[in-house]
T-cell receptor, first 115, second 113 residues
């Protein structure tokens, strides 16, 4: 299994541009997540999904959109890039067990700079 | 959301046991406690998860007192490769989905020779 893959690894955007960060997992996990991590800070949840067709906002959703048309893919869309969105973006997935055990598997991250 | 508080940094030497404590005073009944490890330029990696008492796996132990208002991650005999940031995560994985999972500020552990 490749686990969780993210593309691109790096990207520089100009203010006002749009882009989609791709995330794919091959573990058949129901749960998927998008986090952002600013320098020297912890991770903040942007959006999450509990299954195909179901998404919900996390702690910092403003400026982002997501979709979940398949179990494997969970793309994150930035419509009008702003310097405040300069960050490292991590995608994660998990398979919630009935016992409550919920280990999240993270991708390698996308480093985004908005100038 | 259950807020967590951890020490910003800790220093240790190879071969020592390291204990990192996380405070979560307003933990909810259905919340679990999870710890992650993160190396620079990498995504976090799961270490251990528990609900109460003690949990042990091949890399760490997690101690949770009866009131569950804090938890302690114990790393036995650390090595240089354990130098990383450790995050305490408190949330309800069963009914809360991602919305109730909150990363703490993280503890930077530095292990020296």
């Amino acid at each position: 299994n490749a686990g969780v893959t993210q593309t691109p690894k790096f990207r520089i955007l100009k203010i006002g541009q749009s882009m989609t960060l791709q995330c794919t997992q091959d573990m058949n996990h129901n749960y998927m997540y998008w986090y952002r991590q600013d320098p020297g800070m912890g991770l903040k949840l942007i959006y999450y999904s509990v299954g195909a067709g179901i998404t919900d906002k996390g702690e910092v959703p403003n400026g982002y959109n997501v979709s979940r048309s398949t179990t494997e893919d969970f793309p994150l869309r930035l419509e009008l890039a702003a310097p405040s969105q300069t960050s490292v973006y991590f995608c994660a997935s998990s398979d919630l067990k009935t016992s409550g055990y919920n280990e999240q598997f993270f991708g390698p991250g996308t480093r985004l700079t908005v100038l | 959301l259950a807020k967590t508080t951890q020490p910003i940094s800790m220093d240790s030497y190879e071969g020592q046991e390291v204990n990192i404590t996380c405070s979560h005073n307003n933990i909810a009944t259905n919340d679990y406690i999870t710890w992650y490890q993160q190396f620079p330029s990498q995504g976090p990696r799961f270490i251990i998860q528990g609900y109460k008492t003690k949990v042990t796996n091949e890399v760490a132990s997690l101690f949770i007192p009866a009131d569950r208002k804090s938890s302690t991650l114990s790393l036995p005999r650390v090595s240089l490769s354990d130098t990383a940031v450790y995050y305490c995560l408190v949330g309800d994985p069963v009914t809360g989905g991602g919305n109730k999972l909150t990363f703490g500020t993280g503890t930077q552990l530095k292990v020296e020779l």
